[in-house]
């Protein structure tokens, strides 16, 4: 997880105990090669929780767990929200997915702009006509601060490099969307991660 000035790292689940030890010898084991061939290969999936949300609450794990049952090489970042988000985005790899909840799908788009990636899933994205209705910007202003807001307005592009890209919504958001979860509002429930693992 990062969070702040730390770095990504691994989710702490099943597939952090394949290492195979090496016993005895010197130099690298045929085990151990396989098992560096295995965890490369292996589809890589960043989990981004929404604003001062974090990736340890148990809605998100469990999206980690059901990641994992995938195949999925499963990434925790913890967005800085002091911070510009211009300021934190982070390269990935082009077979890499990115899953953002609200701002923090926002965020995960202001990275497909930068890298290309396979996939980018906005759940509950603060909608993007947000950043430019004068109204709804000024509240935004309000709750996150203007330096915040300025920096996503000037970041923000009508393209991204995402190979796929999927919306999705809470039916009580009253928002489009490519998939609407039913008997949700904006909030990540275990509705809203069945979904989201159909797509993996």
């Not at 000035?5 to 691994?10: A, N, T």
């Not at 934190?88 to 077979?95: A, E």
């Not at 953002?100 to 890298?115: I, N």
Request: net charge positive; proline share 2%; aromatic share 10%.
């Amino acid at each position: 997880m990062l969070s702040g000035k730390r770095s990504p790292r691994v989710s702490k689940g099943a597939n952090s105990d394949l290492s195979p030890e090496i016993s005895g010898g010197q130099g690298i084991s045929l085990a151990r090669l396989f098992y560096y061939h295995y965890i490369i290969s292996m589809k890589k999936l960043f989990i981004i929780p929404g604003w001062r949300e974090s990736s340890q609450y148990k809605i998100y794990q469990s999206l980690g767990k059901l990641a994992e049952k995938k195949g999925y090489k499963v990434v925790f970042y913890d967005v800085d929200w002091e911070k510009s988000l211009s300021s934190q985005i982070f390269p990935v790899q082009k077979d890499t997915a990115l899953f953002g909840f609200s701002l923090g799908a926002v965020f995960a788009r202001l990275v497909a702009q930068d890298y290309k990636c396979r996939q980018i899933i906005l759940a509950s994205m603060t909608p993007l006509h947000s950043f430019k209705d004068e109204q709804i910007k000024k509240e935004l202003v309000t709750l996150l601060g203007k330096a915040f807001i300025e920096d996503i307005c000037k970041k923000l592009k009508s393209k991204h490099r995402a190979s796929d890209q999927v919306i999705m919504y809470g039916d009580r958001e009253e928002e489009l969307g490519d998939i609407i979860v039913s008997l949700t509002g904006h909030r990540l429930n275990t509705r809203y991660n069945k979904k989201i693992a159909e797509l993996l």
